[in-house]
């Protein structure tokens, strides 16, 4: 993430990731075959991929053409699945232990998400209109969800048996919009499906931010899927925008460093704008809460 909007050439990206202190990489779904193909691939230490990468399409126009393991239309699912075992092959050719996946969503109207954002930045995000509008946005999806995750299982199940054959677990990412799939209760789901390859992967950024609009907390996410947890994208949240530099938001690093298993994947997911002394402080905070190793670079 943080080198998808950097002036610089995707391939020095790695050298000035290192001389900041950091021993591995995630490549993520913003990276194109040209810029894989620009890398010294044989030479990167990728500790996990997040699909779909690489991608000949931008984000954008996988949402506008609708490429969802949840949709209901078979050839568009069919190609969703394609991307994810491309992301297999790739994490297994690199030696990376895990395919961070966004598991889709439930494609319903976001108006309801809207109006919570704007009463959150008023203040009024425990008042009587934002029950009543998180009441609505809930029903609505609740009524639409079923078939979408009778779809999901099934793309799940196909990609399960490539991802342990490569010895690649597939990390369920907890998401931060609330038409996402999963919440708590999907992702209880989700995991029992192929225990020791479907596995979760948090974002502390998306679990702050639902908790933001009045849905599940934080905490839960961590008090049910801790102990699954094989990864997890360190972020903060200022209460409008995440993947800002830890130490910039109001997370709190001591709490989440209780909550991570020794062999977890732990991954700075930070946007472009972050300077490389922000990095630094980031890096201190999170060795002194206890949620990384010391970083020397």
């Known amino acids: 993430m943080w080198a998808m909007a950097r002036d610089e050439p995707f391939a020095d990206f790695f050298s000035t990731a290192r001389a900041l202190g950091f021993s591995h990489h995630e490549l993520n779904h913003g990276v194109t075959p040209k810029m894989l193909a620009s890398a010294d691939a044989a030479g ?16 954008l126009e996988r949402i506008e053409r609708g490429i969802q393991l949840t949709t209901l239309d078979e050839p568009l699912r069919g190609q969703a699945v394609e991307y994810v075992r491309g ?8 030696g990376a232990r895990a395919v961070v996946v966004h598991p889709g969503e439930i494609p319903i109207d976001r108006e309801a998400e809207a109006r919570l954002k704007v009463l959150r930045s008023e203040g009024a995000i425990d008042g009587a209109e934002a029950a009543e509008v998180r009441a609505r946005f809930m029903a609505t999806r609740a009524a639409a969800a079923p078939k979408h995750l009778e779809a999901l299982h099934r793309s799940l199940l196909e990609l399960a048996s ?29 995991l029992s499906l192929r ?18 609009l009045g849905f599940h907390t934080h905490e839960e996410w961590l008090e049910r899927f801790a102990d699954r947890m094989i990864g997890i994208h360190l972020h903060d949240f200022d209460g409008e925008k995440d993947h800002i530099a830890p130490g910039l938001g109001t997370i ?11 062999e977890t994947v732990r991954t700075f997911e930070i946007r472009g704008f972050t300077t490389a002394a922000q990095i630094r402080a980031a890096q201190e905070l999170l060795h002194r809460a206890g949620c990384i190793e010391r970083i020397d670079g």
């Open 44 to 59: 990167l230490r990728v500790a996990s991929i997040h699909e779909p990468c690489p991608c000949p399409l931008s984000r």
């Open 87 to 94: 992301s297999i092959r790739l994490a297994a050719r690199l």
């Open 162 to 190: 490539e991802a342990e054959a490569a010895n690649v677990r597939l990390g369920m990412e907890n998401r931060d919009h609330y038409h996402e799939v999963p919440l708590p209760d999907e992702m209880a789901d989700l």
């Open 195 to 212: 225990p020791g390859v479907i596995e979760y992967w948090h974002d502390t950024g998306h679990g702050a931010i639902l908790e933001s």
């Open 252 to 262: 709190d690093w001591d709490w989440i460093a209780t909550c991570i298993p020794e």
